[in-house]
């Protein structure tokens, strides 16, 4: 049994993690946490979640959550995840991150963490998503320089980062995979007359609405053809139940930075 402290507690993801861990044998929540002065403090953390009291109140102490856990879960956001994953270092408890919209440098601090204790880092943590990817490199080797890329992506009109971490993530696989650096090839903006596109880019559009929960399609577009490959998210549960795969799998494994390929064991062949 891995004892779990959740921080977001009251987020949208908090609350289905939360949720879908009571229903986990292999989990136990023991903490859960949001900043101080947040409404939801002291209350049930079960209760806010929807699924029922479970004895755990929200906290504004990650210290006090984390007394009797294994491991925290973070799904907040870039600067809150390294300042949890700080106390989580001193602490020597694992994380598994689902946090997205780290910088380059915010990605470096959190690598360097992860040198002091196991650290799951993943911007999609669903089954569906972590086999596109596979298929994502596998696409791009196949196909070559000869098709453009283009990436769009659609979310809530709630999230803050833009674009999502998953097309990020996307977008780096299919650059390394054609050998190209992301950071140079990435275009996030046409407007006016900027020309005609080049072949290397790899063009990054967002859509912010309503309530989609996440949707992204990578488009290989060439002469006479185009493959499109989509995932949709239908709800949150599927990215709730990858972390609880994660937060299970961590158990007893040494400091480093993993992936969800590596907890589906599909970085394997
Ligand atoms: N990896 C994956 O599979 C997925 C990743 N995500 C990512 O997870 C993150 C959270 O998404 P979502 O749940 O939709 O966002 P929410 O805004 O619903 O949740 C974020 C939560 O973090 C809370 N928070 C802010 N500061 C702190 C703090 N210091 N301590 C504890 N909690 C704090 C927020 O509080 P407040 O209510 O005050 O804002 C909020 O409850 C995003 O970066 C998103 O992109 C989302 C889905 C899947
Ligand atoms: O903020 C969200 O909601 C989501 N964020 C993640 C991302 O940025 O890739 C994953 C998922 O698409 C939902």
Request: charged share 20%; proline share 3%; net charge negative.
């Amino acid at each position: 049994m891995t004892r779990i402290a959740v921080t977001g507690a009251a987020g949208r993801m908090g609350g289905r993690i939360i949720t879908l861990a009571t229903e986990s044998d292999q989990l136990h929540l023991v903490g859960a946490v949001e900043m101080a002065g947040h409404p939801k403090l002291g209350q049930d953390a079960g209760h806010v979640a929807g699924c029922g009291e479970l004895g755990v109140a929200i906290s504004d102490s990650l210290e006090e959550a984390l007394t009797g856990a294994d491991l925290l879960i973070d799904f907040t956001f870039p600067q809150v995840t390294l300042a949890n994953a700080a106390v989580c270092a001193r602490l020597g408890k694992g994380m598994v991150v689902g946090s997205t919209g780290f910088t380059p440098e915010e990605r470096e601090q959190l690598q360097g963490f992860a040198e002091q204790i196991p650290v799951v880092f993943a911007p999609n943590m669903s089954v569906g998503v972590n086999v596109c990817f596979k298929l994502l490199k596998e696409i791009a080797r196949t196909l070559g320089d000869g098709f453009d890329v283009e990436i769009v992506e659609l979310h809530h009109n709630k999230k803050k980062d833009s674009p999502s971490g998953t097309a990020v993530r996307m977008g780096e696989i299919v650059a390394e995979a054609l050998g190209r650096d992301y950071n140079q090839v990435a275009n996030y903006h046409r407007e006016g007359m900027c020309g005609e596109r080049t072949t290397e880019e790899i063009g990054m559009q967002t859509v912010r609405g309503g309530d989609i929960v996440g949707e992204h399609t990578v488009y290989f577009i060439g002469m006479g053809e185009r493959i499109e490959l989509t995932h949709r998210a239908m709800n949150r549960d599927m990215f709730a139940r990858g972390a609880i795969r994660a937060a299970s799998w961590l158990g007893g494994k040494p400091a480093g930075m993993y992936d969800m390929q590596a907890v589906l064991g599909l970085d394997e062949g």
